[in-house]
């Protein structure tokens, strides 16, 4: 503290008689404002006569032996740009983009082959060399091409600064665990009321066993802090065989009781804070301290692992946890 003096503040006197505002009707709140209209009406979209700009693209597509579908206006600022085939030989991604995730281009190449259908088409742009950089469909590009695909259709852009600036949305942010398990539980809810086939039949659908899981326990309790307990599922969690809504009933115990480990884990961060402990990876903590597997290698079995995280849970002890040890604990903070 510095050497300044502090004044208390004494408290303001009471007024006498009514104050000015007092009898007034409280004026209401100005209605939120509905965002304006932009854009374009869709039987403009196609509508005019192209720019020359484009009718030069339109004709370079065709010499590189590609086939123009339609130019058009992009509805929301209006620039025109042609939807075409292109030979696949001819499309690459940008020489600054990322690099590829094999896993991703294994998944989408499986998805396109079960579906047989490509239904997502990429955006390009013509260099000076005649070929067709696509800033945003490198995975989906080497998942044709794995799959002996001849042609690609694309939306071909006659600005090159497209190809930079669309890398921001390439950048957006991801789904986060909370998302992609409600996006896949809701995926499995609708499938099981007309499905009768295996849950392991659903594994490019679904991703990954452990989402099916966490799901059913985000959708019990919205506030669960799925990202501490996502690490030892994914590890232990496997496709069930059984049919799609009888998988589900299991999933269901089985998330029922990974909320009863959350609920001691919650015990067990109470008696912390009463310690003094303070720290946004204290459930992290515990459940590594809890977790069975955290130093085995190979596989285990889920149900049970969770129950000896649940018996570990309910007799977890706060006097024996030293300060340091929290200090150095990480991972993933409460969502």
Known sequence: MSGRGHRKLSPAPAKNGPSKNEGKPRRKKKAEAEPRSRGIAP???????????????AEAIEADGGSVLAPYRDPLGGNWQIFAALPIDLVEPTPYQRD???????????????????????????????????????????????LGVKSVVAIVVPDMEVAHRILLLNTEKAHNLRERSLEVIRLAQLLAQSETRPEKDYEIEFEEPALLTLGLCYQ???????GAYHPILRRVEQWESSALPKALETRRERAARVLEVDAAVSEAMKKLKERGFESPYLRPFVVARIN???????????????????????????????????????????E
Do not use: C
């Open 43 to 57: 039987d403009a979209i196609g509508s005019g006569s192209p720019p020359a700009a484009i009718t030069r693209l």
């Open 100 to 146: 590829l995730s094999k896993p991703h281009v294994e998944r989408l190449s499986v998805a396109m082959d079960k579906l047989g259908r490509y239904l997502d088409p990429m955006i390009v742009v013509r260099s000076d060399q005649g070929n067709y950089w696509t800033p945003n469909g490198n995975h989906r590009l080497a998942a044709l091409r794995q």
């Open 220 to 226: 019990e309790n919205g506030r669960f802090a799925g």
């Open 292 to 334: 069975p597997i955290r130093f085995k290698r190979g596989a285990a079995d889920v149900d049970e692992v969770i129950d000896t995280m649940l018996a570990s849970a309910r007799k977890f002890d706060a006097g024996r946890v030293r300060a340091d040890q929290v200090a150095k604990a990480g991972g993933a903070p409460e």
